[in-house]
């Protein structure tokens, strides 16, 4: 079934990313627009978009959560979320802005992407965003996502596309890359086995400090 697309070309919203092309994902349900995704910012009037649609029955990984931006916007729509993240603080404010209705279908645990593994064959979908940078070891980070994922499931991953090293005012031990590059990022979703369903430059985050906007990309991959 092809994802269903407003006579203005905007997604209807019933899903959390938009992507180019639903070629690729016939059937596998839908994502809806987070908060801080939807904006006139990421909308190209000019261009069609595809939402991609969650299953209730979808066991979702939010991979580097935070304080749930994108977490608390998709739980109504699926079955459960784990929350991973490697930070105590950012687990304890997500936890408080979890609804009471909805606390049962959460999972918060702390984890280090370098250094503890995911579990095997466990999720419909895995989203992470901002989070990728932070990581030493991409390609393995991502083989472990491939290895978590259900045969069919989806990765999601948002970060920043190559940069100068200014998008962080205070670099420290935890930035491991500045951003990176799209073409990169398709070979090792090949090598590991996932099928690149979009990757393109969808955002820009503006960093006063620099003056400068810094591109976004977002990505699609599927576990065949």
């Not at 180019?20 to 987070?34: F, M, P, V």
């Not at 031990?173 to 090949?190: C, M, P, Q, R």
């Not at 430059?201 to 599927?222: L, R």
Request: aromatic share 8%; glycine share 4%; charged share 20%.
């Amino acid at each position: 079934m092809n994802a269903t697309v407003r006579q203005d070309n905007q997604p209807i919203t019933c899903g959390i990313f938009y992507c180019r092309d639903s070629a690729e994902i016939k059937g596998c349900g839908s994502l809806q627009t987070s908060s801080w995704l939807d904006s006139d910012m990421l909308r190209n009037r000019q261009q069609k978009h595809t939402a991609i649609r969650c299953d209730a029955n979808w066991h979702v990984l939010d991979y580097g959560a935070g304080t749930g931006n994108l977490l608390l916007y998709i739980l109504p729509k699926v079955a459960h979320i784990t929350a991973m993240d490697n930070s105590d603080g950012m687990l304890t404010v997500l936890q408080s802005k979890i609804p009471t209705l909805y606390s049962h279908k959460v999972q918060l645990l702390k984890h280090h992407a370098d250094t503890e593994e995911l579990p095997k064959d466990a999720y419909n979908l895995i989203m992470s965003s901002m989070t990728l940078h932070h990581i030493q070891n991409t390609k393995e980070f991502i083989i472990q996502c491939y290895n978590a994922l259900k045969p069919g499931g989806l990765l999601v991953l948002i970060d920043l596309c190559k940069e100068d090293g200014t998008f962080h005012k205070d670099l420290d031990s935890t930035i491991h890359h500045f951003g990176f590059d799209l073409e990169h990022v398709t070979e090792i979703f090949t090598s590991v086995r996932l099928k690149t369903i979009t990757i393109h430059e969808f955002y820009a985050i503006y960093k006063e400090h620099v003056n400068k906007h810094f591109p976004v990309f977002f990505a699609i991959a599927k576990k065949q």
